[in-house]
């Protein structure tokens, strides 16, 4: 594996970090700029829309760029939104900078795979995946709680300030290790080269919208139970609130567990992961929401559900990749809208649940219940197909 693909995961690790730390930070910019806590959800919000409506939107405008000017100019702008982040005073300035910070992040993220991909043999689309989520999953474990102590230690400030300068070494990295002083297409044929119109059209095929409609419930479902674990183990089973960073790092270690079976098994094996991965992580999340108040059971259930969640979440990104094979340039930025609707819709739909009335236990099933609805679509797709397939033998047999 190119090292200059670790150093991709390194930005992501930042992006990753800058995504989730806010969870522990609100209270303090709160306080800070004079705003309510409700209303400092909104930079939250704010970043979610940002990832979702960018990621196609950056991929489309850097399409026709050399990858490595795209991936410095997407890690300069985030790195320097975050500066000011640091220094403002004011609320709706920070607020204007988690979206673009997000758009950034977008950006990077989808030509940060398309380049990790095409860094690599056409079959190993998974394992260059698995590095950059890798980054992500290592925020939680680490990043986050660190931004956690660091903003409580010397205020919400330092861990902008912290996010920036881990951006640093990346943005020297990139400019030294990745490839991509001349533009990529620039030997192929004009007909060959990156289209925007082309790739939206075979981003049309059904087997896709299939795979990105199924990374959407699982990573709904990983999102809805990550974002309430903490009441969730404090009002049910039973933890006190110093154990809730221990148990969110226990997800994050299981998540990290995850993606690496994922980029082992996701090029070779894929449904080794998917079909038995997928049924236990439907179980696990219904054995949770039975098993909630066991304080022993939330233990080890926290650690098996983050590496099922991340595991099946990762490989079904790999499959994107690979059904999305004549859109690089757009396929990566599909899989990262897919992950961020998930990621905004779970968590909304278990905070409906719990204002139902159905307590802290709610979204574990909900969890369970966009999984169990993701087996089924699969399910549905499986049966179509050689539905299709056998009405094609029939018909070449009587012609």
Not at 153 to 160: C, D, K, S, T
Not at 267 to 281: E, H, N, S
Not at 313 to 334: K, N, R
Not at 359 to 385: C, D, F, I, K
Request: charged share 10%; hydrophobic share 60%.
């Amino acid at each position: 594996m190119p090292f200059a693909i670790y150093i991709l995961g390194l930005a992501v690790f930042a992006q990753g970090t800058s995504e989730f730390m806010l969870s522990g930070l609100l209270p303090g910019i709160a306080a800070d700029l004079g705003v309510s806590v409700s209303a400092a959800g909104a930079l939250t919000s704010a970043f979610a829309a940002g990832m979702i409506v960018g990621a196609p939107l950056m991929a489309v405008l850097s399409m026709r760029w050399p990858r490595r000017l795209a991936l410095l100019v997407f890690l300069v702008a985030f790195m320097l939104v975050h500066v000011v982040g640091a220094i403002t005073p004011s609320f709706s300035v920070l607020l204007v900078t988690r979206v673009l910070g997000a758009l950034a992040t977008a950006g990077f993220l989808a030509v940060g795979i398309a380049t990790a991909t095409g860094m690599v043999a056409p079959d190993a689309k998974g394992r260059a995946t698995s590095v950059l989520l890798g980054g992500v999953t290592l925020a939680c474990v680490a990043g986050v709680p660190a931004g956690a102590v660091l903003g409580q230690a010397l205020g919400w400030r330092a861990a902008f300030w912290a996010v920036a300068l881990i951006s640093l070494p990346a943005v020297f990295a990139v400019l030294r290790l990745v490839p991509g002083a001349v533009r990529a297409d620039a030997d192929v044929p004009h007909a060959a080269r990156p289209s925007a119109g082309r790739e939206l059209r075979a981003l049309r095929r059904p087997r896709l919208l299939v795979v990105l409609l199924l990374g959407a419930l699982v990573n709904g479902a990983t999102f809805c139970t990550f974002t309430y674990l903490a009441p969730l183990v404090v009002g049910v089973s039973g933890f006190s609130e110093g154990w809730v960073p221990a148990l969110l790092a226990l997800f994050g270690a299981g998540s990290f567990a995850g993606v690496t079976i994922s980029g082992r098994l996701s090029d070779t094996r894929p449904m080794w992961v998917l079909i038995p991965g997928g049924i236990a992580l439907l179980a696990g999340w219904a054995l949770f929401a039975v098993t909630a108040h066991n304080p022993v059971a939330a233990l080890v259930l926290a650690l098996v559900q983050g590496t099922l969640s991340f595991a099946v979440g990762s490989t079904l990104i790999a499959q994107v990749l690979y059904a999305a094979v004549e859109a690089p340039s757009l396929g990566g930025s599909f899989a990262t809208v897919a992950l961020n609707v998930g990621a905004a819709a779970g968590p909304a739909l278990g905070g409906l649940a719990m204002a139902a009335g159905s307590g802290y236990r709610a979204p574990l099933w909900v969890s369970a219940a966009l999984v169990a609805a993701a087996l089924v679509t699969a399910a549905l797709a499986e049966a179509v197909r050689r539905l299709r397939s056998t009405r094609r033998e029939v018909a070449d047999v009587t012609a």
